[in-house]
């Protein structure tokens, strides 16, 4: 059975960093391309970033550049996304998910795009605040 697990949420003041961790079980992990997705208060959910199976990387939200990062070290089936220089409207539940495909979508905010991937996590609450 696959599982996701995030981790690493927290409340944090605006400029800091986080990382956050998706552990992964009951799937070929390293043939999965992951992405990190999030939702804040009364939005959709929107996708973030995401890894291919190889390593490969693609920025979904431009508001997140040059700031965040992701990263897979497949010897632990573990995704991790780096966030710097956090700001107020980075707050939301952060998931990570995992698609029955090698390659990241071109896109991951439409509900078409998102249901290609097969397992979610329960989330992790990240907030930005002072």
């Known amino acids: 059975q696959s599982q996701l697990v995030e981790s690493g949420g927290a409340l944090v003041q605006p400029g800091g960093s986080l990382r956050l961790s998706c552990a992964a079980s009951g799937f070929r992990f390293d043939y999965s391309a992951i992405g990190w997705f999030r939702q804040a208060p009364g939005k959709e959910r929107e996708g973030v970033i995401c890894?291919?199976?190889?390593?490969?990387?693609?920025n979904y939200a431009d508001s997140v550049k040059g700031r965040f990062t992701i990263s897979r070290d497949n010897a632990v089936n573990t995704v991790y996304l780096q966030m710097n220089s956090l700001k107020p409207e980075d707050t939301g539940i952060y998931y990570c998910a995992a698609r029955a495909r090698a390659l990241c979508p071109l896109e991951a905010s439409s509900a078409e795009s998102q249901s290609t991937f097969r397992s979610w996590g329960q989330g992790t609450q990240v907030t930005v605040s002072s």
């Open positions: 890894i291919s199976d190889s390593g490969g990387t693609t």
